[in-house]
């Protein structure tokens, strides 16, 4: 039996700088690259588009899409992947994929977040859905298989804690 697949998932808010540090940690590890606002249906994006939030009801599918991307991906390494993965349960459905699933929450402060979402030209999310994320985010559990990675410094600096948490696993 070979070594099993461990898939990074980027997690926190939107603006935290999941996407940033995953296109970089991928290109580091040779891994499968993947963006989970790529998996949301249209009426998903349409929603939030409409400053509408979403439902749970509305993220199992897209969460179930990126599982089933995580499995047919799955090698000998793994894969990386940003994800909200705003609550518990939407990271148990994530757990679900085939190899180990670890979780690395990106954390910026708040008004740096804000900062962001309004420079953002090409998003589909507006800021003002930051708050009903805020609200719903439940932190990583003492049990949950993850780190927090503060986002503070440069790219750099933050790429770097993320490779000596991952030389760990």
Same mark, same amino acid.
């Given at each position: ?37 790529e998996f949301h249906p249209a009426a998903n994006i349409a929603k ?15 969460? !179930?899409? *990126?599982?089933?991307?995580? #499995?047919?991906?799955?090698? /000998?390494?793994?894969?990386? +992947?940003?994800?909200? @993965? ?28 804000? !900062?962001? *979402?309004?420079?953002?030209? #090409?998003?589909?999310?507006? /800021?003002?859905?930051?708050? +009903?994320?805020?609200? @719903? ?21 933050l790429v770097e804690r993320a490779l000596a948490v991952v030389a760990?696993?």
């Amino acid at each position: 039996m070979g070594p099993v697949p461990v898939h990074l998932v980027l997690m926190g808010i939107s603006g935290s700088g999941k996407t940033v540090l995953a296109e970089r940690l991928a290109a580091h590890l040779g891994r499968p690259y993947a963006e989970a606002d790529e998996f949301h249906p249209a009426a998903n994006i349409a929603k939030m588009s409409a400053g509408i939030p979403l439902t749970d009801e509305d993220r199992w599918p897209w969460l !179930e899409s *990126m599982r089933g991307w995580m #499995d047919q991906e799955a090698n /000998a390494a793994g894969t990386v +992947s940003t994800c909200s @993965a705003l609550k518990r349960t939407y990271r148990d459905l994530l757990r679900g994929a085939a190899g180990r699933v670890v979780f690395l929450h990106v954390l910026a402060e708040p008004a740096v977040i804000t !900062e962001r *979402m309004e420079a953002r030209t #090409d998003h589909f999310m507006p /800021a003002s859905l930051l708050p +009903s994320q805020m609200a @719903a985010f439940e932190v990583l559990a003492e049990d949950e298989d993850g780190w927090v990675l503060e986002n503070s410094g440069s790219v750099d600096e933050l790429v770097e804690r993320a490779l000596a948490v991952v030389a760990g696993l």
